[in-house]
């Protein structure tokens, strides 16, 4: 799906399984945004159902979105969401970005989010899990994005959250003025921090950072070192 203008009065999305009894598996789907405004969520892909979500994309380069965006959204079963791809560039999201969610037992893992712009009312899950893992995941801050809430390389409440990496710039700019995180940039939820790791390629401000087992200072031409 690609909204370029308008108004959508509830969510829109790549691929909906809106079964509650499928088990149907969703592959490749996108969704695209670039002007407009959808009152609802954008997703890449959403089964209601207990089918897998696999390789999910959603690019956001306008419009608004009032409430979340998702790269792949599972509502339930032993089924996992793997390997999403979001980015966003411009426009404002009310709610939160999830790079893959998952509310049965199954894992979120192996997103990627990339924020180069735009704003985002919530925050933001590399992978969020109910009680499997979330691993795995990447988030890069590479533009002028603000996050009012925190940033979540991995989120569960009973799984494991290692293995994720947040990014703070390419190595290739600085971060503008507006790049802002109001709340906290975690490796993961979960106190068990095994390879989560923060690279910071340049000056960020952030409320704090918690839960890495690595904090990568990356001295390049575009890191004020005084």
């Known amino acids: 799906v690609k909204i370029t203008g308008g108004t959508i009065s509830g969510s829109a999305y790549g691929a909906d399984l809106s079964d509650a009894t499928s088990t149907g598996t969703g592959t490749k789907n996108k969704a695209e945004m670039t002007n407009g405004t959808v009152n609802g969520s954008l997703y890449g892909a959403h089964t209601a159902g207990s089918g897998t979500l696999t390789e999910s994309e959603v690019k956001v ?5 009032g409430g979340s965006v998702f790269g792949s959204d599972v509502a339930s079963g032993a089924v996992d969401a793997t390997g999403s791809k979001i ?7 009310g709610g939160n970005v999830y790079g893959g969610k998952v509310a049965g037992t199954g894992a979120a893992t192996g997103h990627k989010i990339k924020l180069d712009g735009g704003t985002v009312g919530g925050s933001v899950y590399g992978g969020n899990a109910t009680s499997g893992a979330a ?3 990447t988030i890069t801050l590479t533009g002028g994005a603000a996050v009012t809430g925190s940033l979540y390389g991995g989120f569960t409440t009973g799984g494991a959250t290692t293995g994720n990496t ?3 710039g390419d190595g290739t700019g600085t971060l503008t003025a507006t790049t ?3 709340g906290t940039i975690y490796g993961g939820n979960q106190a068990a921090d095994t390879d989560n790791v923060l690279n910071v390629n340049t000056n960020a401000q952030a409320g704090n950072i918690s839960n890495f087992s690595m904090v990568k200072f990356n001295f390049n031409s575009t890191f004020n070192q005084a």
């Open 61 to 65: 380069s306008g419009g608004t979105i």
């Open 87 to 93: 980015t966003i560039s411009a426009g404002s999201v």
């Open 135 to 137: 691993t795995g995941n």
């Open 166 to 168: 947040v990014n703070l």
């Open 180 to 182: 802002s995180v109001t």
